[in-house]
């Protein structure tokens, strides 16, 4: 795998949107090069270079239960400077569109000599149907263990409030371990956790595969659990074009 070396995100002057918590600038850094998980999508790689450009659509269904609804969402990802990235999203059911979605993501820089990096990601949404937004927030970061293994981790809350509140500030956890098994190939294992009335238990086994050139797909079947439910199996597939 390779890495970017790129500038520091911080003296592009951006960080102050994230509540000032990105160190002093340093005048290069190295990210490592990590894969992204299936479901909890990352707006870019952190680190990613000015002009970093993406659109890809992610689609899951459960396999069982009395929800057969397939869930569906186009975006696009783009770095609108060295380590920062904005994400627009349109999240469907079946052929009805349920969310606007806006995204924004700084990379804070490295740590352990180049093998970990650390960012944070926003996630605004507005709900269509019940005409109310809300946002999420999460803290991540990733590492590079060695040539072949590697990992994203992922916490933070849903449905922020500061005065609180029912069902607000739940809990959000994500973490994906992944595999580099052959060159264009990834194996990764990502588990996956909201809190909440509405909260579900996903774990996710999937496979990244490049299908040519700028062009990859990941797969997964696992299974979910919503809140009061038991584990159905899930399936999903996202296609992927970098320009």
Known sequence: MFRRTIRHPVSHGVAFLFIGLCPPAEAETTYPDVPEPMVFDMMRPLGA????????????????????????????????????????????EDGRLTELKLGLQAAFGTLNGGRSAHGVQYLGIYDRHARHYRSSFAYMFVHRYDDRWSSVSMAGLGDVSLSGG??????????????DSREGQVLGLELNYRGGTDGTVLVMPQIHQRLAHKVNMQAGLGAERLHGDVFRPKAGIRLIREF
């Open 49 to 92: 270079k000015k002009g970093a450009l993406e659109a890809n659509t992610l689609a899951t269904t459960s396999l069982s239960g009395p929800d057969r609804t397939v869930q569906w969402a186009p975006e696009v990802e783009y770095a609108l400077t060295d380590g920062f990235a904005i994400e627009g999203e349109l999240p469907f």
């Open 166 to 179: 029912q069902g607000r500030n739940a809990a959000i956890l994500n973490h994906s371990l992944f595999y």
